[in-house]
């Protein structure tokens, strides 16, 4: 793979959210202006997750003859004083250092990164149909390969010895309640049948047929 060094186009470029007006600052090497490139900061992919990417703009602030110039002018530009504003997405001072102001700011990027991200994939499972489908197949896809290689285990509980609470026997006799009667009982309306041995649950709008053939009401139990 070509090194970011070696490429044709080295530019710094700017993607504002047009809904909340905040920013990311960024740099790109490519051969190919029209890469599709839309930036790679976390924040600013929570941004368009959550926002859509139609509602971002993307504008190339400027161009420069070498990758080295252009770490230099994102250091000077993505400082300490602009990851203190609260309009911008970035979370870390340019120059591809990696690093963070101090602990107290990684700390908080953990913490917010973590916050949000949680917050917009609840969201999106809430409100995208689609997302909740993708989600669903891909989990389902994940337990079945890790339970073939043996990575997931079956825990079972041992209840010897052990009681439930008052409280929990309150609250499972409350959802227990009204389950079960009527037509919530999954034997509402059947009946059972026998002939020749046989038994057979029917429902009973049709046992006159069944009687008609030879088949009369109860069943037989083996001891």
């Known amino acids: 793979m070509m090194r970011a060094e070696n490429r044709k186009y080295h530019y710094l470029y700017k993607i504002t959210c047009k809904k909340t007006h905040r920013f990311y600052i960024g740099i790109h090497s490519t051969d190919n202006l029209n890469d599709g490139y839309f930036g790679s900061g976390k924040r600013l992919w929570n941004s368009i997750n959550y926002h859509g990417q139609e509602n971002h703009t993307k504008e190339i602030l400027e161009f420069f003859p070498s990758r080295k110039i252009l770490l230099e002018k994102e250091k000077e530009i993505v ?67 890790r339970h073939l290689e043996g990575k997931l285990k079956n825990f079972t509980y041992d209840w010897t010895g052990k009681k439930h609470s008052e409280e929990s026997k309150k609250k499972m006799s409350m959802i227990k309640k009204n389950v079960g009667l009527g037509e919530t009982n999954s034997q509402f309306g059947t009946i059972w049948i026998t002939k020749d041995n046989q038994n057979k649950k029917i429902k009973k709008d049709d046992l006159s047929t069944f009687l008609n053939e030879g088949w009369v009401k109860g069943r037989i139990i083996n001891k």
């Open 79 to 145: 400082n300490k004083e602009l990851l203190l504003d609260n309009l911008c997405m970035n979370l870390v001072v340019g120059g591809e250092s990696g690093g963070f102001i101090d602990e107290k700011h990684f700390l908080n990027f953990q913490r917010k990164g973590s916050e949000l991200g949680k917050k917009i994939f609840i969201e999106k499972l809430k409100n995208d149909e689609e997302f909740r489908k993708k989600h669903s197949e891909t989990m389902s896809k994940s337990g079945k390969k």
